[in-house]
């Protein structure tokens, strides 16, 4: 119990440190806060209470890493629009009597970038990538609770310039599978760059605090979730300039636009549900009040901000896709591959 309790008093204070940080938009290295895997893909790019034995899990959720997931070893890709792709690679593995660890490499390789000069002639080009190695473990106790931490080493490369840094999650859960709830708390991001794209010039990654509950009705297919994030500040809208360019020849150009709290409020919430069919498929849906409304377009309808997914486990295999929407007709798609190594047929010897 010691443990534990060093363990939430440094998330208080990570938290209570960081909580600071600017509007969204002026952090950098935000490639850190994707998902890599399908599934959370599916349930709106962030989910704080999916427990399972994907290994894809614990990257974003510390506290996941368990015994089951022994030997699991998992392979995934992202087609992005604009000829992005991301991938990511995870394995886990559980040492007797000390715990299971798991450990894993992510990436997003942006491609060949046309570079331009000042007036936009095309001059050649640019490639950019960025890297994540990561290793984390949880400490599992009194049957419900576990807390968790992971440690993750980027490298970004944009052109010439590069970063180098290190971050910190931390999270505790309390899981209850007999009454099917689930809660978590999580700080994401706890670190800094080592080295900054250029020197003197220090920037700040993209820290998160995230909260999520989740529920099920015994012999119901359904679990439904609540995830929120940000956490740590209260105002995560982006300033549009046409709210704020109001004036003309009859009125002021400096009067400010109208606040909605309840879209503010809304931002901050990811809802979504999955249904398991009899332990072998799996159905996803999803709805991120911000990213549709950062992605939505005037006079232009839209699914933006839902997302989609359906998973299957057969055997040793479990495969998993997620379809997630952006605006004007562009979409990105998300594929899982996880094998258990342990269930693999294996040659009788003679």
């Not at 806060?33 to 704080?48: D, K, T, V």
């Not at 300039?241 to 636009?257: C, H, I, V, Y």
Request: aromatic content about 14%.
């Amino acid at each position: 119990m010691k443990k534990t309790f060093c363990v939430l008093i440094f998330c208080v204070v990570a938290i209570y440190t960081f909580s600071q940080n600017p509007l969204g938009g002026s952090a950098s290295l935000a490639f850190i806060n994707n998902p890599f895997s399908a599934r959370l893909y599916a349930l709106g790019h962030i989910n704080q209470t999916l427990f399972d034995n994907d290994a894809t899990l614990g990257y974003t959720n510390p506290f996941l890493w368990n015994k089951n997931m022994h030997q699991q070893i998992a392979f995934g890709t992202s087609f992005i629009p604009g000829g992005v792709n991301a991938g990511n690679i995870a394995y886990v593995h559980h040492f007797p009597k000390i715990s299971a660890f798991g450990f894993g490499f992510n990436y997003i390789a942006y491609g060949n970038i046309p570079r331009t000069d000042e007036s936009s002639n095309i001059i050649g080009k640019i490639q950019a990538s960025e890297y994540i190695w990561y290793s984390g473990t949880a400490y599992h106790f009194a049957k419900l609770f576990a807390v968790g931490g992971n440690i993750k080493l980027f490298y970004s490369q944009l052109a010439e310039f590069s970063s180098v840094g290190m971050a910190a999650d931390i999270g505790f859960s309390i899981n209850d599978t007999a009454k099917l709830l689930s809660f978590s708390l999580t700080a994401t991001n706890v670190g800094a760059q080592f080295k900054p794209y250029r020197n003197g010039n220090t920037e700040i990654i993209p820290f998160d605090l995230r909260m999520g509950f989740s529920f099920g009705f015994k012999g119901f297919p359904i679990r439904f979730h609540t995830t929120m994030h940000n956490l740590h500040r209260w105002n995560i809208r982006y300033s549009n300039p046409r709210e704020n360019n109001t004036g003309n020849l009859f009125s002021s150009s400096d009067a400010k636009p109208s606040k909605d709290i309840g879209d503010e409020i809304f931002r901050h919430f990811i809802l979504g549900a999955e249904a398991n069919i009899k332990k072998i498929v799996r159905l996803q849906l999803a709805y991120n009040h911000l990213r549709r409304q950062e992605h939505r377009q005037l006079n232009v309808r839209s699914i933006a901000g839902f997302s989609f997914g359906m998973g299957i486990r057969i055997k040793f295999m479990d495969i998993q896709y997620a379809f997630s929407p952006y605006a004007l007709g562009r979409n990105s798609s998300h594929l899982t591959m996880g094998i258990d190594i342990q269930k693999i047929p294996r040659r009788k010897k003679n």
